[in-house]
């Protein structure tokens, strides 16, 4: 049986955690806000697709230390922590848990996120995910799952042929992992190869880039706002061109043909997003870091790299950052009155 650890069982870890549970395999959580909720009562998930169900994952871990502690020969380490590399380089609470036939999963946002985990455990397979879903923790150990989820699945092998790469041990663990998904229920878990995973992964840049930072800097704005105002939309249409039109000239190819252009995300929105706003909203509100490095700063970086300029990503980067910058600057100097 496979032993599954999720790596921060927030909204994306206690859904998937929960599908892979259901698959059959053994799944154990590391927790830190919600771990005395998630200890004494498991996780309480709402979803559309799923049901309404109470999951009791195998272990609940207080932290990794605890889990190290516990000497489990992991099979697959699942971080879903928010990708925030100018916070914590999370990869190192992952020493002393990852063994020769772990692989890392990652199931975050933004781009580069792969690089810390490949650098510190080169001997590992470290496996990308690029998930749509849309779920939140509203109160610890409770999960809304809105809407229907997609999840995609890569060995993150940078460098190699295709022979190669279908020869190497991560692309079984990869395929392993999204059958998994899918006997756990989510249909829609599938495996894709190294490059089509990138190209997935600058494709949400487009919409991620977009819609999030404008959402805080607009101070508040729905993604309906976004999409209905003419100036607002003309902007984000902008930044989601600037990442397609960019992105191929990164990695080589073009995007293939079923992905979809900036026009069809904005008609899509339009019908299909009510009052919501994106996460980074929330995180902003709450005073939480925001995942601005893997959204922004790492995708100008490595278009910088290529010799390419990203001059809208770099406007929007540079004010989400001072921004945040001065909420927290001001959320302390409010702490000491
Ligand atoms: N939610 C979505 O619908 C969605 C959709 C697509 C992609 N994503 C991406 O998926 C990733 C996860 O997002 P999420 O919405 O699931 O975030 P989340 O609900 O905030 O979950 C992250 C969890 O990780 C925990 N954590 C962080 N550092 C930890 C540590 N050192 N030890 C133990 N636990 C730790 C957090 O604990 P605390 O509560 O203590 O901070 C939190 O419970 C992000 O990259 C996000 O952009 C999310």
Not at 131 to 151: E, F, K, L
Not at 211 to 234: C, F, I, K, Q, W
Not at 253 to 260: G, I, Q, R, T, V
Not at 294 to 316: C, W
């Amino acid at each position: 049986m496979s032993e599954v650890l999720i790596f921060g069982a927030g909204a994306i870890g206690a859904l998937y955690g929960s599908r892979l549970a259901k698959a059959g395999a053994s799944v154990s959580v590391v927790c830190r806000s919600n771990y005395s909720a998630v200890k004494k009562h498991g996780f309480t998930i709402n979803s559309p697709d799923f049901g309404s169900d109470t999951w009791a994952p195998t272990r609940v871990f207080a932290s990794a230390k605890e889990a190290i502690a516990a000497k489990i020969p992991w099979s697959y380490i699942v971080v879903t922590t928010k990708a925030l590399p100018d916070v914590s380089d999370d990869s190192a609470l992952l020493e002393g848990l990852v063994s020769s036939g772990t692989a890392i999963v990652l199931i975050q946002n933004g781009l580069g996120v792969e690089e810390p985990y490949r650098r510190r455990f080169p001997a590992a397979a470290v496996l990308s995910a690029v998930t749509v879903a849309s779920a939140a923790q509203p109160t610890p150990g409770t999960i809304a799952h809105n809407r229907w989820t997609r999840i995609n699945t890569g060995a993150y092998l940078p460098g190699l042929t295709p022979a190669a790469e279908e020869a190497h041990a991560a692309t079984g663990q990869a395929r392993e992992f999204s059958r998994l998904l899918v006997a756990g229920g989510v249909a829609d878990a599938s495996t894709y190869s190294h490059g089509k995973l990138q190209q997935v992964r600058w494709h949400k840049i487009a919409i991620n880039a977009s819609y999030n930072p404008s959402a805080v800097l607009a101070n508040g704005a729905t993604h309906r706002e976004m999409v209905m105002d003419p100036a607002m939309a003309e902007h984000v249409k902008g930044v989601m061109e600037e990442v397609l039109t960019t992105a191929p000239k990164v990695l080589g190819a073009p995007f293939p043909a079923e992905f979809a252009s900036a026009d069809t995300i904005m008609r899509s929105t339009r019908k299909n997003i009510s009052g919501g706003r994106p996460s980074m909203w929330a995180d902003w509100e709450s005073g939480r870091p925001m995942e601005v490095e893997v959204i922004l700063g790492n995708p100008i970086r490595i278009a910088r790299e290529h010799g390419l300029k990203m001059p809208r990503m770099q406007s929007l980067y540079a004010l989400i950052k001072m921004a945040q910058a001065n909420r927290d600057r001001a959320g302390k100097s409010d702490s000491r009155l």
